[in-house]
């Protein structure tokens, strides 16, 4: 039994049932997927609500998607950047912001440092990690962060990167997680790094071709609330009834899994009362053509205020239609989400407008909100905050009794990440195996 | 970042007629080839290779940056940098700016 329908509840499933083992995955949604999501914006042009890039590093994401008969498509980004950082709109070659390079250096050799020390295997076990999963990102900022232009940077560099507020999430996290991704070069880059490509078609193929594999063993509308264990099996309940099973994967996000009455109680829990979840709304905004290009730009943007933090192309190949996507996240994420539907439009396409004074009206306008997924509770991923590594670390993936734990946030490679879901899900699919 | 310091020390280097062929080689260029050796954890890194060729990035090239404000005093900018992405380039506009 496999409780959850995303990349890491299902490849563990695709797993089991390959080694002929009877597999059932109950999914809480109407869709699988979890945090990846297609959202059509033109015929045969299809976007990513959620997850959406990948790399060369990820290497198992890309094992699966050959499998399955999914390709890779280039985020190839050519031309200039536009940023609004301080009282105007400017336009520079590539993607560096206009700030001070030196104070940006500062930062990002301190970060590097950081990271560098981090036990990545077992981050709770990094020299000093006590003290340093004591701080908050913002507080450790205000005490090594002295150029305003460092500190305003600071910020935006997090919400891109993990949607993170530098107020909620643990400085050991942060190190932790840009070691896990391969360091901060290979997770900020697009050529070369972790947003080289997007998946041709979108990344919810992957969950969707999995799950028609593996037929009608994937029940859609399973919220499950229970999972008992005896000395015979795991009784795991959901509204339509319950199921009874050997052994019961639990392939859900920290808090979600949490969530979760588990008899008997787990040793230790998943999750604090510090613990954040990454706040993110996707803006897509869809154009009869990448008009931006035609003057040069390459659709990035870098934005000092929202809703739109950071634009980038995310036009689909071959479809005639431009898109660009707007990342809506932290705190400003918090801000967006409760707008009504229509200011959400006029603040975001009129920021859209300024930043790229060549668009047009759109002709399609979609939000996708994260922030209040009772099923995800973390987009792009939890976030741990003060304290959380150290006290949850050593327990986030040994099992209890009959029932083993998965998804990225399980994952000290690549965490947070696709790849670290699919990793996972590997992962708690040969200690099943093993239990026999 | 021991490297840096060791750089640092050797201070400017000697321009008389004794001094090595190339513009201004010397112990500047040597401290800069470990610089870039450094954050682009790569060996494979002489006086003249271009910075941008061998995979940097702009956030990369601002960390060789800031650590030529630490060792040598001098801040340039990202403009610079692009100006001249090979060590022996690098160390000239060091060197001028002091
Ligand atoms: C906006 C956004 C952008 C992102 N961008 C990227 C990116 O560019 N690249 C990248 O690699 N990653 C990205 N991510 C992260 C990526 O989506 C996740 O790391 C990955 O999808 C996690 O997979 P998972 O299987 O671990 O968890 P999930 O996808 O969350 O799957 C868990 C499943 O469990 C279900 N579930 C929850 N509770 C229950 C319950 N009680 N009973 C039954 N089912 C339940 C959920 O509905 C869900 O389907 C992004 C995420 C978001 C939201």
Redesign the interface.
Known sequence: MVVGAGFAGLTAATELAAAGIDVTVLEARDRVGGRARGLQVSDGGWVDAGAAYLGDRHTELHSLMAGLDLKATPTAMRGASRFALGSEETTRD???PPLN??A???L??RL?ELTATVRPDAPWLTPGAGELDALTAEAWAERHLAHPDARLFFPLFLGEMMAADPARVSMLHVAFYLRSGGG??YL??FE?GAQQDRIDGGAHQVCERLAARLGDGVRLGEPVHAVHQDDDGVTVRGPKGEYRADVAVMALPPLPADAVDHRPEPPARRTGDRTARGCAVKVHLVYPAPVWRDHGLSGWSVNARGPLLSTVDDSPAGSGVGVLTGFVTGAEAHRFAALDPGEQRSAAVGQAARLFPMLPEPVGFHVTDWVNETYSQGCYAALFGPGDWVRHGPGLTAPHLRVHWAGTETSTEFFGLMEGAVRSGRRVAAEVLARR | MSVDTTAAAAGDPPAGPGAPAGPRAGADTEGVVAMFRRVLESEDVSADSDFFLLGGDSLVATRVLSAVARSYGVELTFEDFLGAPTPGRLAEKIADAR
């Open positions: 590539g993607r560096f390079a030196v940006l250096g500062d990002f050799e590097d901060l070069r900020n880059a070369g």
